[in-house]
């Protein structure tokens, strides 16, 4: 036991440790050196950088217990500007005398136990010294804890309290102890840092650690000597890193590096003295930032004198840019804002008053006070208001730009809202408006500093919010709920719910758009309180009672508060149960959009959104355009911790068929921080009305009241409010809204009637025109500053770090435009005046814009500064000097422009990277390093091998820059060259006019470090620039002009012959028009394009055999060119019907073979039997085998290219081929054949047999139902099949009376338009030169648009004689189902070819549409830019839910069917070359209309009305149509249910609910037996009937019967036609909304004008796509069932004298029921038909109804206010019997 006891107590005595708590001597005095540094760049070598280092002896001595001075000996501040590690650190003489002078006196500090106290020094001791000896005394620091050698904990030192980690290890032999100390400064309690311009920038709540931009880390060694007077610091060596990665790169990162060391040098026995001086305290470790920032770390400029400063910086922007920027303006610009930040309001307006009557140095010192940001700036901007010096523009610019880049802190808060209050603003509501937007902004940045927002801040606002809704000013409203929505604090929750809904019932009299703007006002506050706002938001979107619009906002804000899944949960309840289908779809469209985001802060709302669309029916899917939706867009890339999202609100208000709202904004998202980069937003309400109104008086027409009074018959029925018309947008950036504006009712008439009303429109014009004559002459120069963005930290050595972005631009325009009118303006202007004159306009107009913008790393200080930087200057300038002439009458316009005289850079983009070192002592000396030498060494791999005997000699030359290979792509030529080491990437892209003198040149020079690592920041390293410039280019003749000349209509063509008649004017005038022809074709290169497009119109026959012998002999002449396959094939086709192919027809055929052979191998297999040998078409290829698979398989395949003709043809083949070879597709080969069979032309065309996936044998394609295994089928094909010839030679002329049309028309179909067409548009750009000859650019357009078969054509052609380029593109409807293009281009346009076709058709049984692209030869540069385009195409199809099918297609063609599987679905198959993407049952926005199809042959001219007229069909389709047929009814929401209708009884059908009250259609059964029914309308002046009499539908109009049975009445004012049509009567009133209304006795049909949506009441619905509430009856409430709907709508005639004998009245529940636990009576909360007094019921039906319930001993009945009994709450439903036919014997009249 004793052993045991004696091992615990030596165990216990070895566990404890020496006290190594570090002290110092009070007696003695302790010499240090210190040395600290900092270095900025990135962290690779051989990069430069930039630094300074302090070096100095340090003298500790105490001066009492736990007080010690603290004496900084021989400081010297030494530079670091070069490349590291090469170069040294140069001593700085400026610097350190500078700030040696705040070191000579000393400082007093207090240390006990390793802590650092409270810190004392000189007065007035400068902020940048006191820190530097804190960075000192920091290194003092240590927390030691006796017990334990590893522990953490949260350490104060000079970045705040930051986690901190020790390791202890103790040395006892030697009494020495090692301590290391690392600390983690991304992980602080209580970090020191400042930032500036970052308010609205948010941590992201989910991602707040992983992903910052900047991270740093400190580590401290130190070593301890332990001796009996305690243990003593001999050396403390510290290390600390600041690393940003911009792109959250982990290799892309630049660093700040700061090192310290501190040792020992000898320890003195003498006690130090207090000093004589006064010291006052400077707190402790932590560091202080001054209370005025240093300068932008771009420039050092010297404070004294501020004044005559800004008038010299001033006076050199003024002077230098005069013209055009100077190269520094920028910089000077941001020099001037510094200047403006220290001087003193006196300073301000004493260089007001030197600059005031100056406009232009007005302009400059504005933009430049606006944007410092001081108090004083803004007393100067709020002197200037009140003294009335600005205009209204400078006005509100200046305070717009003050206020949201004021620095935000209590002084400048009492500042702005003393400027906002003042009068001079209140006058004016635009300023009013910017002035508080502005003011709101300024206290979210105030209050988003402080813990908590003083009320003095917020009570200019909330006075504005009482202001407004005391006096019931919609406007003040706004302004005070989009300025509560800027500030985003809680404290103003009380005065947003006053506007809302919920608070009470005078809210709900608040206009829609303002309670929108209320519920928007509690997104900001929401991310401060957003239990608070998810608690009123619920409560209004589940009210059923409250305007869609305003719910769906509130659904929208819910979601930004990031719920939580319950609440989530929630609202996809609300949305099961919910009957408005607009607020569905936009709850249901939101989830689903929010449950794809990818974004890390919606991680948790976008999983909870995908567990709450499960409780959802997808039939909210399905839901059409008409309903409210939201989409969501963005993509995160997880790698560089950046993302972006867009999101789309589009808003549908019931009242009409397209969107009332539509928001969009983006949000961006790095590294741990979100910003919402802007948001617009746009509401229109009422719109319709006043685009459709039309002057009618509807309210003074008889029958307005008419309809009034009927109205007034329906229990509870009122007419809809009138909208009141108003468009109103707003812009936010980041969360701010800048501006909105509201044009109302009044303005939007003004603007209608500037339009529409002849005399306010000649008005403006004849204004417009005069200011063009007058001139306008003026300059115009703006700066503007666009950001600061600046983060401060503070080193270990006490120097700050500062990460800055700083970006300005300026725009200038410099403007001269003189115009002269011939004949001139008289007094009496009318706008006819204007097609008879022609107007001269001579302009020099010279617009530019430069954006400069800076990002900077490194020490910035009040005496030095040694940083990175990055510049960055796009400069853009647009010089356009010409003379126009406009001639009305001849439509003919001229524009001249001098040419090229001189290099112009219109775009000029430079990127600079250097290392700058700065120092007051220095101004004007700036040293700068490129951060990227000129010797820097370049990738190991990229070295050249070097034998050491020829090391010195050859092998350096061996790789030199020269020896590298070029590569030549888009006409350019890029280099890289690795001459010393750094990559310098070069490329030069030039397009030459030189028939214009002109070269318009891209160039890109750029030296990055990217071949150190491949990183984008690494990239952004060096020097880069890029530009766009127009040089002149020498010519053999001077160039006078450029001339652009464009001629329409009938004179086009005369200007083309008079180019080409410009030699040689004497022609035999007999033959000049063919002439002319002839030599159009030639100047266009098409004489031999369309060689034989009328040679071969009507020959004779020719045996085949002659025709294939002079084929296969033509086919060598080497001068027989035809410029394309289409040409040819379209050619030859054309004359098919009626004859064979001419010999000049087959020698353009054979010409093509050569060049085409190739891309038919790669065509439908089933061709290959036909394929031509290399030399031509040899005999073989007429065989009658080859024929029949070449015409089968042209007949069976849309992807083959091979044409059959045959000599022998029934008429619809020939027709077939005529549509079929018409059009512009890449023909591969053709073979002529003597009998072509129809027989497969039902076929579905199978894939091919030689390299296709999908099988050839049918029964494999139709036995899996994969959708791209089935075919195309052309509608043309199939109703002109092909049929096999008889042997009767004459047979080839017979012709169906289907085609024959089509087949006529075909043969004189002409290939070039201007044979039958003269040119509509001419237009030419050519230079005008010395030697009279033309040189440029011709294009001429001809178009026959009125023809059967519409066709433009297209030729672009190259007026220098040597050049044969041109372009032809040619497009045409060639039937009612296919419509093709063409463009070519090259040499006479046979170089190159793309080609096109749509045909319309079958694919799965579906109708279908096919769209072909083909591309037989194009440049190498277009391939490349498609193939680095086709790389997306497989992830696009991805992400828009596509499936993938590797499969072999043809190489040079690619086609998309689209096949309409239903009126709202779709199946859409993309064939490419090597892949197949399909998807079945994709959603379109809008029904399509899915009908009959009407055979080709049956189309009335023009042909091409199918293509022509499905733009008006789809708008046809969603026109709403209201049907009654026998007892079936279909509303316009397409609702149907069965009704019987009460005989003899009106029922409002369809009624115009709106204030207008235009019509009014009322139906009635008027026949029991016969099931017939008459109906009345109220429109307009008259009062119309029609009613089936013995089999005709009569027509009274006011009572009078028309005569005649061939009915055709038009009404006199508003247009009204009334004509017979099949067995009834056709109305048609579109000024009053009937499109048109049928009616024949037994069937009503009426479709009302797309603007009534909304408008409609009736049997026939609202018109508003609310499908769940179609039963709405005349009150506004539901009625539980069809019957009680239709009951509803019963119009009630008087007792005796109508014929309707029901009437509405309440029902008493026949038994008494037990209602919780009480016996009840029950009375009907809404009316049912009853006969009248005196009648009874021969005919009843159920209705349900609801009830109210009383006790049954109450004492009320149903005469006691039963009209009450509509207003009562509902208890319970049952089922009453309905009275529908009364028999009346003893009907009482006084009823």
Not at 1578 to 1603: A, F, N, T, W, Y
Request: charged share 25%.
């Amino acid at each position: 036991m004793r052993g045991i006891i004696f091992a615990l107590a030596l165990t216990l005595v070895g566990s404890q440790k020496f006290d190594i708590d570090p002290g110092f001597s009070s007696r003695k005095s302790h010499l240090y050196s210190y040395e600290g540094w900092v270095l900025n760049g990135l962290q690779e070598k051989s990069l430069a950088k930039a630094g300074v280092r302090l070096s100095s002896k340090l003298e500790i001595s105490g001066l009492s217990e736990n007080t010690y001075l603290l004496k900084i000996r021989s400081p010297q501040f030494e530079e670091y500007n070069g490349i590291w590690p090469r170069d040294s650190f140069t001593r700085s003489s400026k610097i350190t005398q500078m700030v040696s002078s705040c070191f000579t006196r000393p400082f007093k500090f207090e240390y006990s136990s390793g802590r650092i106290g409270n810190i004392y020094g000189p007065e007035d001791c400068p902020d940048m010294c006191v820190n530097i000896v804190r960075g000192i005394l920091n290194m003092m620091q240590i927390t030691i804890k006796k017990s334990q050698n590893v522990y953490e904990l949260q350490e104060a030192g000079i970045g705040g309290v930051c986690h901190t980690r020790y390791v202890i290890q103790e040395d006892r032999k030697n009494s020495r102890v090692s301590v290391t100390k690392t600390v983690d400064q991304n992980n602080c309690q209580e970090k020191v840092m400042k930032s500036v311009g970052m308010a609205y920038i948010y941590p992201c709540p989910v991602d707040m650690m992983k992903g910052r931009l900047i991270k740093g880390t400190a580590a401290f060694s130190y070593k301890l000597k332990q001796s009996d007077s305690g243990t003593l610091i001999t050396e403390v060596l510290s290390q600390q890193v600041y690393q940003i990665s911009p792109l959250s790169e982990p290799t892309g990162v630049a660093v700040m590096e700061a090192r310290q060391q501190l040792t020992l040098l000898e320890v003195r026995s003498e006690r130090g003295s207090a000093p004589d001086i006064s010291m006052q305290s400077y707190g402790g470790l932590r560091y202080r930032f001054p209370s005025v920032l240093p300068q932008m770390p771009l420039q050092l400029i010297k404070m004294k004198n501020p004044e005559q400063r800004i008038a010299e910086t001033l006076q050199h922007i003024v002077q230098n840019n005069q013209q055009d920027f100077h190269d520094d303006v920028p910089y000077r610009f941001l020099e001037l804002v510094q200047l403006c930040r220290i001087a003193s309001a006196d300073s301000l307006e004493s260089i007001w008053r030197q600059f005031s009557d100056k406009p232009r140095y007005r302009r400059w010192l504005l933009s430049a006070v606006s944007a410092t940001g001081t108090t004083e700036a803004l007393k100067f901007i709020k002197t200037r208001i009140r003294n009335d010096d600005l205009s209204y523009i400078q006005t509100l610019l200046s305070i717009s730009f003050a206020l949201h880049l004021l620095k935000a802190d209590e002084h400048t808060v009492s500042t702005a809202a003393d400027l906002v209050t003042s009068s001079r603003i209140q006058k004016s509501p635009m300023l009013q408006q910017v002035a508080y937007l502005g003011y709101s902004s300024v206290i979210n940045r105030y209050c988003s500093q402080t813990s908590a927002c003083p009320k003095e801040a917020l009570q200019p606002i909330h006075d504005l919010a009482d202001e407004a809704i005391s006096r019931g000013r919609e406007d003040k409203m706004k302004l005070a709920l989009k300025c509560i929505g800027n500030m985003g604090e809680p404290a103003s929750i009380k005065r947003i719910v006053k506007f809302l809904p919920i608070s009470s019932s005078s809210a709900s009299d608040i206009p829609i758009h303002v309670q929108i703007d209320a519920i928007m006002a509690l997104r900001k506050i929401a991310w401060k309180d957003p239990k608070t706002v998810q608690g009123y938001l619920i409560q209004i979107l589940a009210d059923q009672s409250l305007p869609p619009e305003v719910r769906m906002m509130a659904c929208a804000v819910i979601f930004e508060t990031r719920p939580a899944l319950p609440l989530i949960t929630t609202i996809a309840n609300v949305a099961m149960k919910e009957s408005n289908l607009q607020v569905a779809s936009f709850v249901y469209s939101h989830m689903r959009a929010l449950s794809k985001s990818r974004l890390p802060y919606t991680y948790n709302i976008s999983s909870a959104c995908n567990i709450a669309l499960k409780l959802l029916a997808p039939k909210l899917d399905r839901l059409s355009y008409r309903y409210s939706k939201v989409m969501h867009f963005g993509d995160y890339f997880d790698n560089y911790k950046v993302g972006a999202a867009g999101d789309v609100f589009v808003m549908n208000s019931p009242g009409t068929m397209f969107p009332s709202a539509i928001i969009s904004k983006l949000v961006a998202y790095s590294a741990g921080s979100v910003a919402d980069l802007v948001e617009v937003g746009v509401r229109v309400e009422g719109l319709t009305d006043i685009i459709m109104k039309r002057n009618i008086p509807f309210a003074e027409y008889p029958t307005y009241k008419k309809i009034k009074e009927i109205g007034k018959a329906l229990l509870g029925w009122k007419e809809l409010p009138t909208e009141t018309p108003l468009i109103s947008a707003y812009l936010k950036i980041f969360g701010q809204e800048l501006a909105y504006v509201n044009i109302n009712k009044e303005v939007l008439h003004q603007a209608v009637k500037t339009v529409l009303e002849p005399a306010d429109r000649n008005t403006v014009m004849k204004r417009i025109i005069s200011q063009i004559r007058n001139g306008i002459a003026g300059q115009w120069t703006q700066p503007v500053w666009l950001g600061e963005l600046r983060y401060i930290v503070p080193t270990c050595t006490g120097l700050p770090l500062e990460y800055g972005s700083y970006t300005t631009a300026l725009a200038r325009a410099a403007v001269n435009v003189d115009g002269k009118m011939t004949p001139p303006l008289t007094g009496d202007f009318r706008p006819s005046q204007l097609l008879e004159s022609t107007m001269q306009i001579r302009s020099d107009i010279n617009p530019g814009l430069y954006v400069y913008t800076v990002a900077t790393m490194g020490v910035n200080t009040e005496y030095f500064q040694h940083a990175v930087e990055i510049q960055g200057k796009v400069l853009t300038r647009v010089p356009m000097k010409f003379d126009a002439k406009i001639d009305v009458k001849v439509k003919n316009i001229k524009i001249e422009t001098n040419p090229c005289h001189e290099e112009i850079e219109i775009v000029v983009g430079r990127h600079k990277a250097f290392a700058v070192s700065r120092n007051l002592g220095e101004l004007g000396v700036e040293k700068r390093t490129s951060i990227l030498p000129e010797d820097a060494s370049s990738d190991i791999v990229e070295e050249p091998f070097k034998p050491s005997e020829r090391a010195s000699s050859e092998g350096s030359t061996m790789q030199g820059a020269d020896s590298m290979p070029r590569r030549h792509a888009y006409s350019s030529q890029e280099d890289l060259r690795y001459g010393t080491g750094r990559k310098t990437h070069k490329r030069d892209i030039c397009v030459k006019l030189h028939r214009l003198g002109c070269q318009l040149c891209f160039s890109r020079r750029s030296q990055d470090a990217s071949f150190l690592k491949n990183t984008y920041l690494h990239r952004l390293i060096g020097e880069h620039e890029a530009k766009i410039v127009l040089i002149p280019v020498q010519t053999d003749a001077d160039i006078d002009k450029i001339q652009l000349e464009i001629q329409a209509g009938s004179r086009a063509a005369s200007k083309i012959i008079h180019v080409v008649n410009s030699e040689s004017e004497e022609e035999d005038e007999s033959s000049r028009y063919e002439d002319i022809q002839a030599k159009l074709k030639k100047i266009l290169g098409i004489e031999n394009v369309f060689k034989v497009a009328n040679k071969t119109r009507h020959q004779k026959k020719q045996p085949s055999k002659k025709g294939n012998a002079m084929l296969t002999e033509l086919g060598k002449d080497p001068k027989a060119k035809n410029p394309s396959s289409s040409s040819s094939a379209s050619s030859t086709a054309s004359s098919s019907s009626s004859s064979a192919a001419s010999p000049d027809r087959k020698k353009a055929v054979d010409e093509d073979e050569n060049d085409q052979v190739k891309q038919a191998r790669n065509k439908d297999a089933r061709s290959k039997s036909s394929s031509p040998s290399s030399s031509g078409i040899s005999s073989k290829s007429s065989s009658s085998s080859s024929s029949k698979s070449s015409s089968s398989s042209s007949r069976s395949s849309s992807s083959s290219s091979r044409k059959s003709f045959s000599h022998h043809s029934h008429g619809h083949h020939s027709s077939h081929l005529n549509d079929s070879s018409s059009s512009s597709s890449s023909s591969s080969s053709k073979s002529l054949s003597h009998h072509s069979h129809g027989h497969h032309s039902g076929h579905l065309e199978g894939g091919s047999s030689s390299s296709s996936s999908s099988s050839s044998s049918y029964s494999k394609i139709w036995g899996d139902h994969e959708i791209y295994q089935y075919r195309f089928r052309s509608a043309h094909r199939q109703e002109f099949p092909k049929r096999k010839p008889s042997g009767d030679p004459l047979s080839s002329t017979y012709s169906s009376t289907r085609s024959s049309h089509a087949s006529s028309r075909a043969a004189s179909w002409p290939k070039f338009l201007g044979d039958v067409k003269t040119p509509v548009l001419a237009v030419f750009l050519h230079g005008i030169r010395n030697d009279k000859k033309i040189g440029g650019l011709q294009l001429v357009v001809y178009a026959d648009i009125d023809s059967i078969r519409p066709r433009m054509q297209v030729f672009v052609s190259n007026l220098t004689d040597s050049s044969k380029w041109k372009l032809c593109a040619d497009a045409s409807v060639l039937n009612a189902h296919k419509a093709a293009a063409y463009l070519k281009w090259g040499r006479n346009c046979q170089d190159y070819k793309i080609s096109t076709e749509l045909v319309t058709g079958r694919f799965a049984a579906h109708p279908a549409v096919q769209v072909k692209l083909e591309w037989p030869k194009v440049p190498s540069s277009v391939r490349s830019v498609a193939e680095w385009f086709y790389k997306f195409v497989p992830g696009a199809a991805f992400m828009l839910g596509f499936s993938e099918k590797t499969d072999k297609n043809p190489s040079r063609q690619a086609r998309v069917i689209v096949a309409l599987t239903s009126p709202r679905t779709c199946d859409v198959v993309i064939k490419l070359p090597d892949m197949i993407f399909y998807e079945k049952a994709m959603r379109l926005p809008l029904s399509l209309p899915v009908g009959p199809r009407i055979p080709a042959s049956e189309l009335q001219p023009p042909i091409w009305n199918v293509f022509a007229e499905a733009p008006s069909a789809v708008l046809e389709n969603l026109k709403a149509h209201c049907s009654v047929s026998h007892n079936k009814i279909t509303t316009f929401n397409e609702v149907q249910f069965n009704y019987t209708m009460p005989a003899n009884c009106y029922h409002i059908l369809a009624q115009d609910c709106s204030s207008d009250l235009k019509f009014l259609v009322m139906m009635r059964k008027a026949e029991e037996a016969m099931n017939l029914k008459a109906i009345n309308i109220k429109l307009g002046s008259q009062e119309i009937d029609m009613r089936s009499v013995k089999g005709q539908v009569k027509l009274l109009i006011d009572g009078v019967e028309s005569p005649t049975t061939n009915v055709s009445y038009i009404s006199t004012g508003a247009p009204l036609w009334i004509h017979s049509e099949k067995q009834g009567l056709v109305l048609v009133a579109p000024a009053y909304g009937i499109d048109k209304l049928y009616f024949d006795g037994y069937t009503f049909r009426i479709q009302v004008a797309l603007w009534m949506a909304g408008k409609m009441c009736g049997i026939c619905g609202k018109y508003d796509a609310e499908c769940e509430q179609e039963y709405r009856m005349p009150n506004g409430y539901l009625a539980k069932d069809a019957v009680s709907f239709g009951h509803s709508w019963i119009l009630e005639e008087k007792p005796c004298t109508g014929a309707c004998k029901l009437r509405r009245s309440f029902v008493k529940l026949e038994k008494t029921v037990q209602l919780v636990g009480v016996e009840s009576k029950c009375y009907s909360t809404e009316p049912v038909l009853r006969c009248m007094k005196g009648c009874s019921a021969t005919k009843t039906t159920p209705v349900t109804v609801g009830f109210h319930c009383l006790p049954a001993d109450s004492a009320t009945s149903l005469t006691d206010k039963q009209t009450k009994f509509d207003q009562k709450s509902e208890d319970i439903q049952d089922t009453v019997d309905a009275h529908i036919a009364c028999s009346c014997e003893n009907e009482d009249c006084s009823a």
